[in-house]
């Protein structure tokens, strides 16, 4: 069992900043894949960011490539939302996911996937 525990949300200017972080507990963090999602209102769940057990191989969808990163420190069971240049439609609540994996390379871009999620944080981009 993993709890995700994000934080990091907030309102923020068009153009600014915000670095989300997702805690998990247990001992076994680096067995999973995660990934970011983030749901807009009337929008489906949707995979913005996700990444390997390693960290070492990411995707990112294409209206946040090259101003997203994704990033985890397995000491610290942590993954990490790094978001720069953000637009108004970036606006969401934004969740992170574990996938559990026996796999080290592979990502996951899909909610069926993923088996832990974390509560959300809201993300608010004024224009």
């Known amino acids: 069992q993993v709890q995700l525990v994000e934080s990091g949300g907030g309102l923020v200017q068009a153009g600014g900043s915000l670095r989300l972080s997702c805690a998990a507990s247990?001992?076994?963090?680096?067995?999973?894949?995660m990934g970011w999602f983030r749901q807009g209102p009337g929008k489906e769940r949707e995979c913005v960011a996700a990444?390997?057990?390693?960290?070492?191989?990411?995707y990112y969808t294409d209206s946040v490539k090259g101003r997203f990163t994704i990033s985890r420190d397995n000491a610290k069971n942590t993954v990490y939302l790094q978001m720069n240049s953000l637009k108004p439609e970036d606006t969401a609540v934004y969740y992170c996911?574990?996938?559990?994996?026996?796999?080290?390379?592979?990502?996951?871009?899909?909610?069926?996937?993923?088996?832990?999620w974390g509560q959300g944080t809201q993300v608010t981009v004024s224009s």
């Open positions: 996911a574990a996938a559990t994996t026996s796999y080290s390379g592979t990502y996951y871009l899909r909610v069926p996937q993923y088996d832990y």
């Open positions: 247990g001992r076994t963090f680096s067995s999973y894949a």
């Open positions: 990444g390997d057990r390693t960290g070492r191989y990411t």
